[in-house]
């Protein structure tokens, strides 16, 4: 449901405050839609989550093209950065504890672990700060 929810509005952001391109926004739309559908089938069939770096990957590309397009006030700029540095934390995130590219200390290997949340708590604030800054400029 939060992947649903957060790249909706981002991708809702990003057609209302930008001039973003169909590339872009076909990028957001496509991670939106793929992200929460891999998410679920891989409640029932964990091999599927190996494929959580596309939807990701289709984000964060979007994403960049975003930022580096953006011709709006500073201060949306800065939130779209926020947002995208976010979403890039958690899919590292993802890929570091689903996918043991590199070793999990112990303390942060409880997915309900106090360090584990932290990091997490990080990714959310960014996205959120982020999507407060944007949506500042256009109330």
């Excluded at 700029?77 to 200390?105: E, K, Q």
């Amino acid at each position: 449901m939060v992947s649903s929810v957060a790249l909706g509005l981002i991708t809702m952001l990003a057609l209302a405050t930008t001039d973003a391109g169909l590339v872009e926004l076909a990028l957001l739309l496509g991670g939106w839609g793929l992200m929460p559908a891999l998410l679920y089938v891989g409640l029932a069939q964990p091999r599927w989550r190996y494929l959580l770096f596309v939807p990701a990957l289709m984000v964060t590309t979007g994403l960049l093209m975003v930022d580096f397009g953006f011709e709006g006030p500073a201060i949306a700029l800065i939130g779209w950065w926020l947002i995208t540095a976010g979403v890039m934390i958690g899919a590292s995130l993802g890929a570091w504890f689903w996918y043991r590219w590199l070793p999990v200390p112990a303390r942060l290997d409880d997915p309900f672990s106090r360090g584990r949340w932290a990091l997490i708590s990080v990714h959310a604030s960014l996205v959120v700060v982020g999507t407060v800054l944007v949506l500042s400029q256009i109330m």
